[in-house]
């Protein structure tokens, strides 16, 4: 495929890379503009090898009944952990894989858990986290880093300040494939202000678990009948559908907002409420209220949490709210000179405002919590509701599913599981 130069410069812009000059890696970018530029649904089926998963690119590749399965198959990981016998079976399941994880952007969460996803089920892992450390500092281009990858690994999951790089890589696999030659499945970790598919797997997951409605403590005793009878959500049901989810903060710039909230889109009867300040950057992004209003989703854009939703203030209305913070690393000064005259306490919890919320509303946020921000206060910590510790764990665990499914060994979690305890969680009536 040939480009212009200024064509180039426009498909650069669009991938989400800034700079005038056209280096080889604009240009491998740029060669992939055309099946980048198409929408979700006709790129999907390139991801996939028959009923699994091969690359992981963004959250729309997850079907609702693949959602339950992988969440099944993260609690049976998550049981079979708890036993010595269970992580012996775990751990010897793909210890002929081998995994790079080329995070070239800051993280804590997504690389630990990935890496402790990977030892879980036996995988070795390997990192690059500096491209300092790499041959990238002698001109070698991206692509050339990733093909190399893909000599030594069977698997690379990656995060990179760059949006679609992750997804450009999945074509260059593809490609490399159908000439014969070896290629490996991406796993999207981060990719610009893009897209954090398993972020939002692991968000997902989170919420599958709180309006399943179960006590771990008496599984005879019905959480969601007590809620209806004594404390009056008497239209409360098990499940992610027919629910208000809030989200508050940084929602341009928050690829974990964008990934969940298409996500839930997929999800029959849900309303979307997204709280910003009215500011171009940390609104709602175009491209995101098109493909909301493409698949028909009910959603709201309000600039605080007073603001009526269905005749009540957003707080009171919600049945669970994703915490953002302000992503201040991507401002400009003109986006700092914007900011005079904005409250952002506006957009931090208090323990106030959590009284207000329902009982059973769990608090999100994928993290990291700006403590200058103080979106989310510690004093919240202890309450019940405050989910982002959980989260972040059952990010290890679902991960690990995602891994298991796409080197097919879930279905050996499965039998192992049914051998040892004869039970099997359902998420959806
Ligand atoms: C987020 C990210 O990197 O997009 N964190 C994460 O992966 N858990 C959100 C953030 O940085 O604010």
């Known amino acids: 495929m040939t480009c212009s130069l200024t064509s180039r410069r426009a498909v650069c812009d669009k991938v989400g890379m800034s700079s005038p000059t056209v280096s080889q890696d604009d240009r491998d970018l740029a060669q992939y503009a055309a099946l980048l530029d198409r929408p979700v649904r006709a790129k999907v089926n390139e991801f996939q090898r028959g009923e699994r998963l091969r690359h992981v690119i963004f959250s729309g590749q997850f079907s609702p009944p ?3 399965s992988l969440a099944e198959t993260a609690d049976m990981i998550r049981l079979l952990s708890k ?49 300092s450390t790499s041959s990238e500092t002698k001109g070698e281009t991206r692509f050339d880093s990733i093909r ?23 074509y260059l696999m593809n490609q490399v494939e159908r000439s014969g030659q070896r290629a ?19 968000d997902i997951y989170t919420l599958q678990r709180t309006f399943n409605f179960e006590n ?16 009056g959500y008497v239209d409360l049901t098990k499940g992610l559908s027919g629910k208000t989810y809030g989200f508050c903060g940084d929602i341009g710039r928050g690829r974990t ?57 957003v707080i009171e209305r919600i049945d669970a709210l994703y915490m953002t913070r302000v992503q201040k690393e991507h401002d400009t000064p003109a986006d700092t000179a914007s900011y005079a005259g904005i409250d952002f306490t506006r957009y931090c919890l208090s323990p106030e405002l959590v009284k207000r919320m ?19 206060p510690p004093e919240i910590d202890a309450d019940p509701r405050a989910m982002y510790f959980r ?30 305890f004869h039970e099997r969680h359902r998420y959806v009536e």
């Open 391 to 420: 989260q972040a764990r059952n990010g290890m665990w679902i991960r690990a599913a995602l891994l298991a499914h796409i080197f097919d060994a879930d279905n050996q979690i499965q039998r192992e599981f049914r051998h040892e």
């Open 184 to 202: 490996v499945p991406i796993v999207n970790a981060g990719s610009g202000a893009d897209e954090h598919p398993t972020q939002a797997l692991l």
């Open 257 to 313: 907002v964008r990934s969940l909230a298409m996500l839930l889109a997929q999800i029959p009867n849900v309303q979307l409420v997204f709280v910003a300040p009215q500011l171009p950057k940390l609104m709602m992004r175009d491209d995101l209220r098109e493909r909301l209003r493409d698949r028909g989703v009910t959603f709201y854009e309000v600039d605080s949490f007073e603001a009526e939703v269905d005749g009540q203030p």
């Open 148 to 170: 190399m990858f893909s000599s030594y690994f069977d698997l690379i999951i990656m995060r990179s300040p760059i949006a679609r790089l992750a997804e450009s890589c999945a």
């Open 66 to 68: 693949l959602l339950e």
């Open 83 to 131: 036993s010595r016998q269970g992580q012996d079976f775990l751990i010897n399941l793909l210890p002929h894989k081998r995994a790079m994880l080329y995070f070239t952007q800051p993280s804590t969460r997504t690389f630990l858990s990935f890496m402790s996803a990977c030892q879980i089920l036996g995988i070795t892992c390997n990192e690059v986290r500096d491209p």
């Open 358 to 376: 329902r009982s059973y509303a769990p608090i999100l946020h994928p993290f990291p919590r700006d403590q200058h921000f103080g979106e989310i």
């Open 216 to 231: 771990p403590q008496n599984a005879q005793h019905s959480r969601l009948d007590e809620l209806r009878k004594s404390q």
